[in-house]
């Protein structure tokens, strides 16, 4: 690990009594009325918060909410309901503190306090030097927790870091970032990542970036369409975009050079209209026609990919390879699923990440048969792109 963590500073007795700062995200969905649908960002939060509480430290939490405007405070931007909810998941009373900025509050030994919504907060995103000082001049220990944030230089995930005394990651933070080092910079060969989603470029970095370090590459859903139009095939008016052939050919070319593969599939599933009602069929490739949709793989396919995978030693799964939400189009992707779900038992490293994903990995039940679910949709994306996350960056260079 080339941060400190929490768990560090907690074994090591150094909480008692100290003012720490806890940027969390617990940004969660909403209904109309301002209720939450979806807990699970509070409920990944809890452990670091409880860990700090627990070790004497007063305990300011943070979080954005929304999209609010800088200056400006409306009900629907207040974490009220959030802060209400985060007292039953911890057991104890968490206090709602609006304008503290510039402090003048007091938190005691083993208290827990939440600060109002960090986006509202003048000068946040453009991480200014005159808020992110404000921020450190709040703690004695500065905690990022929030991994879904760590793609953003703000100033409550990267300029606090600057001026804290004291900086380190929380546990999810820590757990996200030991998970993606031992899936792509420290990753045990063969690696195979699969990389699904309706169009090439949205993902084209990543494609660039994985075809690097990769053993096999696996496309899916209108990227694959893609690829197998370079690759000279007929996918009828099935989602593609023909203005990015040379950049798949150029995918292929790099994949080459380095003794890597990228299946292609050789039977898929197809439709006259994107429908779950509508006739389907499974043909081979090359007879898809020209008013036929590929929605899926077929299976073939779906076992060549899985026999694939249940040989890898380490697997990046971010995208479906066919329309998994509809029943006749589902079988490629919880086939591949399961196989992800054997080779993980067998003692391959896999992380999936990805809303598509996550929400596949829950719909086939196995959740807690995959190594690590990654918690930060654009944090996921563009670390699998091979970029800087700024959050992450100043929590090394501070633990220098």
Request: glycine content about 10%; charged content about 25%; some cysteine.
């Amino acid at each position: 690990m080339r941060v400190t963590t929490l768990e560090q500073l907690v074994k090591a007795g150094a909480l008692k009594d100290k003012r720490v700062f806890i940027r969390s995200d617990l940004n969660a969905p909403r209904d109309e009325n301002g209720n939450i649908t979806n807990e699970a960002r509070l409920v990944a939060s809890v452990p670091a918060i409880r860990m700090a509480r627990d070790a004497g430290a007063r305990v300011m939490v943070v979080s954005h909410l929304g999209r609010p405007k800088e200056g400006e405070k409306t009900p629907a931007d207040s974490l009220v309901k959030i802060a209400q909810r985060m007292a039953e998941l911890l057991g104890s009373p968490v206090r709602l503190i609006d304008n503290w900025v510039d402090g003048g509050f007091e938190v005691a030994p083993g208290e827990v306090v939440m600060l109002e919504n960090c986006r509202c907060n003048v000068g946040e995103k453009k991480c200014t030097e005159e808020l992110s000082k404000k921020y450190g001049a709040l703690c004695d220990v500065f905690v990022n927790d929030a991994f879904g944030t760590a793609h953003r230089a703000q100033a409550s995930t990267y300029g606090v870091a600057q001026y804290a005394d004291v900086v380190c990651a929380g546990p999810l933070m820590a757990a996200e970032i030991d998970a993606l080092t031992k899936a792509v910079e420290e990753a045990k060969h063969p690696l195979v990542a699969i990389v699904g989603g309706s169009k090439v470029s949205t993902k084209l970095t990543i494609l660039n970036n994985l075809a690097q370090k990769v053993d096999q590459l696996i496309v899916g859903g209108g990227i694959a369409n893609t690829f197998l139009m370079a690759a000279g095939y007929k996918v009828g008016k099935s989602l593609a975009e023909a203005d990015l052939l040379d950049e798949c050919k150029r995918i292929l070319k790099t994949l080459e050079e380095k003794g890597a593969t990228l299946p292609l599939p050789t039977d898929v599933v197809v439709a006259k209209e994107f429908s779950e009602t509508a006739e389907h069929r499974i043909c081979r490739i090359e007879d898809v026609q020209d008013d036929e949709m590929i929605l899926d793989v077929g299976p073939e396919t779906a076992q060549a990919l899985a026999d694939i995978l249940q040989k890898a030693g380490t697997i990046v799964w971010n995208g479906p390879v066919g329309v998994f939400e509809m029943e006749p189009y589902s079988h490629g992707t919880e086939v591949m699923a399961e196989a992800i779900a054997k080779a993980t038992e067998n003692g391959a490293f896999s992380i999936a990440g990805g809303g598509d994903t996550v929400a596949a990995v829950g719909k086939f039940g196995i959740s807690n048969r995959i190594s690590y679910i990654s918690t930060g949709g654009g944090a996921f994306l563009e670390f699998l792109e091979g970029k800087v996350l700024p959050a992450i960056e100043i929590l090394e260079k501070r633990a220098q």
